[in-house]
């Protein structure tokens, strides 16, 4: 329903994106993850048709962004970062001017209104100024005139910025109850809003893709690379020079211990379990064996992870476990 592939935005000699490719099929919602000036609004705005690309190119639904925006347009709906409302307008003036616009037919005006005053729970506030309205109740308005012409397509740029925690959820149920009908890519940079709303995710860090996965799968990719934690009686240069004989160890950091302990995180290859090889190796080594257990790594954790470093997932690299531990 969505193809992306390399596309590249440039700012003057700033690269805003950088080559990003990303399909997303009927009926999905991905997540487009990334921190502060990623570029989520930069690719969201180049396929809502608002921003050419410097190259690449973009489909929805089967049409090119650049060469066919009105077909575009007609099958998608775009929740700006900051959504333009009329705060003079009451909201359901305001929607049903945005259904003329959108080219709703009169006969069918009505109707969809209504249904995206539903969805959006803003059937309280429905006579009121769209300016008096508060931040929260502005961001559903700003929602419902994105789903108003019932567009297969929905891009949604933080649509939970600025919501309490009980309109987080609410909205969280409404975007996941618009999958399967709609197909949706939304950006946030707040974790569990991609755990709980989305089927796959796109991490983007300095306008390029570092991962793209189901949340699910990227905890446990990382985690089977992620990091063993093991304490051991003896010296901690001698332990160390044994650890780093295992075959399967990547690296190892030491780890504050106390008199006559040493203490380390172990990182493995990808997949690898070497648990039971450091086990033995300590003993052979003639070390007395205290601890050892899995580091687990959380999505938040993975996040950073791959967007603090340069470390791709495909490479297999393992988390430093110093930095994340902290
Ligand atoms: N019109 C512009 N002119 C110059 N640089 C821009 C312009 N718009 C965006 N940028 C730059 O492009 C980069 C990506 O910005 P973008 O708004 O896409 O990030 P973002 O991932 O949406 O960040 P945030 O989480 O803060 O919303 C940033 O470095 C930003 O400063
Ligand atoms: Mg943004």
Do not use: W
């Amino acid at each position: 329903m969505i193809e992306v592939e390399g596309l590249t935005k440039r700012y003057g000699r700033h690269t805003a994106v950088d080559s990003v490719s990303f399909h997303v099929r009927k009926g999905e919602i991905l997540g487009f993850l990334g921190p502060n000036g990623a570029g989520k609004t930069t690719t969201m705005r180049i396929l809502a048709c608002y921003l050419p690309p410097t190259e690449g190119r973009a489909r929805v639904a089967g049409f090119d962004v650049f060469e066919a925006p009105l077909e575009v347009k007609k099958r998608l709906g775009y929740l700006p970062e900051t959504p333009p409302l009329y705060p003079d307008m009451e909201v359901t003036t305001f929607l049903d001017f945005v259904a003329k616009v959108k080219g709703v037919p009169g006969r069918e005006r009505k109707a969809r209104i209504e249904d995206a005053i539903a969805k959006c729970r803003l059937g309280e506030v429905r006579f009121k100024r769209i300016g008096y309205l508060s931040k929260g109740y502005r961001q559903r308005v700003g929602l419902a005139q994105a789903i108003l012409h019932n567009p297969d397509v929905l891009i949604l740029d933080e649509p939970t910025s600025g919501l309490d925690p009980k309109q987080i959820i609410e909205t969280r149920d409404l975007i996941r109850g618009l999958g399967g009908d709609h197909t949706v890519i939304l950006s946030t940079h707040i974790l569990p809003e991609v755990e709980m709303t989305c089927g796959r995710v796109v991490i983007i860090s300095k306008g390029k893709v570092v991962a793209e996965d189901t949340p699910g799968n990227l905890t446990r990719r990382l985690q089977g690379a992620g990091a063993l934690r093991l304490e051991v009686l003896g010296n901690g240069a001698a332990v160390a020079e044994v650890l780093r004989g295992v075959p399967g160890v990547l690296a190892i950091h030491p780890r504050p211990a106390g008199e006559g302990l040493a203490a380390f995180d172990v990182e493995a290859a990808a997949g690898q379990d070497v648990r039971a090889l450091l086990a033995r190796a300590v003993v052979q080594g003639g070390f007395g064996l205290l601890g050892l257990s899995q580091v687990g790594m959380s999505l938040e954790e993975i996040f950073l992870h791959l967007t603090t470093t340069d470390a791709a997932l495909e490479t297999g690299a393992a988390s430093d476990t110093k930095e994340v531990s902290a």
